[in-house]
């Protein structure tokens, strides 16, 4: 049965060495799509907004600003400044993406 062997090695090797078409679909460069474009234009602008409300946050936090109820305060600006970051790390990722596939395109 050294045949059979042969015809199933014949046939295991062929199919490796082709590239799977979902493989080679993700190696073409794509570009933005308009959704996507409109979606890269608002993260340039967001994320800087929300670095300047966690500066500003980061400010009244360790500056110290009065209020009427310090406590209340203090813990409010430590819950938004939490999500803030998380906002700021997500909105990056999405940025850092979208960028890639813009300039592989261009």
Do not use: C, F, V
Not at 20 to 48: F, G, M
Not at 87 to 93: G, L, M, P
């Amino acid at each position: 049965k050294p045949e059979a062997s042969a015809a199933i090695a014949s046939t295991s090797s062929s199919t490796a060495n082709k590239p799977s078409s979902q493989h080679t679909r993700s190696n073409r460069a794509r570009k933005l799509s308009y959704k996507e474009r409109r979606e890269l234009e608002t993260l340039e602008t967001r994320i800087p907004d929300l670095e300047n409300e966690k500066a500003t946050i980061e400010g009244q936090l360790y500056g110290g600003g009065a209020s009427r109820d310090p406590l209340l305060d203090l813990s409010e600006l430590t819950q938004r400044l939490a999500a803030i970051e998380l906002e700021i790390d997500a909105a990056t990722e999405r940025w850092m993406e979208l960028s890639e596939i813009a300039e592989a395109s261009a």
